[in-house]
T-cell receptor, first 114, second 108 residues
Framework: EPEVTQTPSHQVTQMGQEVILRCVPI?????FYWYRQILGQKVEFLVS????????KSEIFDDQFSVERPDGSNFTLKIRSTKLEDSAMYFC????????????FGSGTQLSVL | RKEVEQDPGPFNVPEGATVAFNCTYS??????FFWYRQDCRKEPKLLMS???SGNEDGRFTAQLNRASQYISLLIRDSKLSDSATYLC?????????FGKGTTLSVSS
């Protein structure tokens, strides 16, 4: 079965540092998403990305966050100046169409901000 | 604010039991509904979509009541491998809105 690949699996950083989380989508997928899950909390939508631009974002996705697909393969989430409360599991997800039924999640990057 | 509410459990059942999970959602205009399964510290995986007419996949049956804004999942003949957190999910535009999940523990 095709997979969404995320790197790194774990990232530890100091508060105020920039981090970049990477995702390799399934090859024929066109819609890309980032979700996060704080320990013990629910999975939360951050942003959706289609045709090289953000199509939708949540109130969590503020100016500290950005996404891009710089080389046509990796889909990245950048957090400019990390805060303690950014500590969470970040999941990348992709789909062929804009359809939750066929959303494939990567295994996640656990971000720890110290 | 769009919300999806679930009883967090945990539900502790013996193998072979039938267990039912419920979920309510706040946006009456929602059109697409799903149950996802999440194992501890893993990514969510789609279990099944939920249709107005109800749908069944093996031991799993999902039901939707639009009037009550209520979704259910029934698991028959529980297996040890069914132990997981079950997430009720509603699509809102491009976003999936997740409930906090109901934890199921099946014991032998």
């Amino acid at each position: 079965e095709p997979e969404v690949t995320q790197t790194p699996s774990h990232q530890v950083t100091q508060m105020g540092q920039e981090v970049i989380l990477r995702c390799v989508p399934i090859s024929n997928h066109l819609y890309f998403y980032w979700y996060r899950q704080i320990l013990g909390q629910k999975v939360e939508f951050l942003v959706s990305f289609y045709n090289n631009e953000i199509s939708e974002k949540s109130e969590i996705f503020d100016d500290q966050f950005s996404v891009e697909r710089p080389d046509g393969s990796n889909f990245t989430l950048k957090i400019r100046s990390t805060k303690l409360e950014d500590s969470a599991m970040y999941f990348c997800a992709t789909s062929v169409g804009r359809d939750g039924e066929k959303l494939f999640f990567g295994s996640g990057t656990q971000l720890s901000v110290l | 604010r769009k919300e999806v509410e679930q009883d967090p459990g945990p539900f502790n059942v013996p193998e072979g039991a039938t267990v039912a999970f419920n979920c309510t959602y706040s946006n009456s205009a929602s059109q697409s509904f799903f149950w996802y399964r999440q194992d501890c510290r893993k990514e969510p995986k789609l279990l099944m979509s939920v249709y107005s007419s109800g749908n069944e996949d093996g031991r799993f049956t999902a039901q939707l009541n639009r009037a009550s804004q209520y979704i259910s999942l029934l698991i028959r003949d529980s297996k040890l491998s069914d132990s997981a957190t079950y997430l009720c999910v509603v699509a809102e535009g491009a976003a999936l809105i997740f409930g906090k999940g109901t934890t199921l523990s099946v014991s032998s």
